[in-house]
């Protein structure tokens, strides 16, 4: 979950086991596999990060999992960055969250027919576009503290549809503020870039076009 309270959520979805039919019947658009191709890691070989997958779960904003698996993978360059992320945050104490990385695009899919419509622009169309998630370079962060082992407040929760989720949100504590700075220099140090509409998401490597992936979760190990 996020770190404030309950996650917002939309309005209930009857039709989950037909939307997933629809989102797995789907053929990922051909012009969206072009590019460099990763090869997908675990990212709980990062040494001291805690993975908490909240699409795994139903706290999350659809209140119902998208994924089958509580595993995440990433690109193995960006595991590698990933990595050294993890080494110079512990030396001011604290370690990553991770909430979400690589993506199959059926997932994306689903995510796109289960949001209202009044919410759709809430993610890329994946069958114009996409999501950098699809590549395997993009993450969903946050921190915990290594002494208590437990998530520090940020200014927002995961994917909560308000200005707090901006990266350059000036309300919040200064200690919210500090911390979320923290993240962001610190991944931009090793070759990850933020977005400014969400404090938690970053891009390893963005310049670069990777393909688009829909490699089912079952299938990694």
Do not use: C
């Amino acid at each position: 979950t996020g770190e404030n309270a309950k996650p917002f959520r939309f309005p209930p979805v009857e039709n989950w086991e037909e939307l997933r039919k629809q989102a797995n019947e789907a053929v990922m658009p051909a012009s969206l596999a072009t590019g460099e191709a990763v090869t997908l890691v675990d990212v709980a070989t990062v040494p001291g990060v805690k993975i908490d997958n909240v699409y795994a779960g139903v706290d999350n904003i659809f209140g119902a999992p998208l994924y089958t698996t509580s595993k995440l993978y990433l690109g193995s360059k960006a595991v590698e960055a990933l990595t050294k992320v993890q080494e110079r945050l512990a030396t001011k104490g604290y370690g990553l969250v991770i909430w979400d990385a690589y993506r199959p695009w059926s997932v994306s899919k689903l995510a796109h027919l289960a949001l209202p419509a009044d919410r759709k622009f809430m993610l890329e169309d994946p069958d114009l576009k996409g999501s950098k998630h699809n590549t395997g370079n993009a993450v969903d962060v946050s921190l915990y503290d290594l002494e208590t082992g437990e998530a520090v407040e940020m200014s927002s929760g995961f994917d909560e549809p308000s200005m707090r989720q901006y990266a350059s949100y000036p309300g919040g504590t200064e200690r919210q503020r500090y911390l979320r700075t923290l993240l962001r220099e610190t991944m931009e140090e090793f070759g990850f870039t933020g977005i400014e509409m969400e404090w938690w998401h970053f891009e390893y490597e963005a310049s670069t076009a990777f393909a688009h992936l829909n490699i089912p979760l079952s299938y990694l190990k």
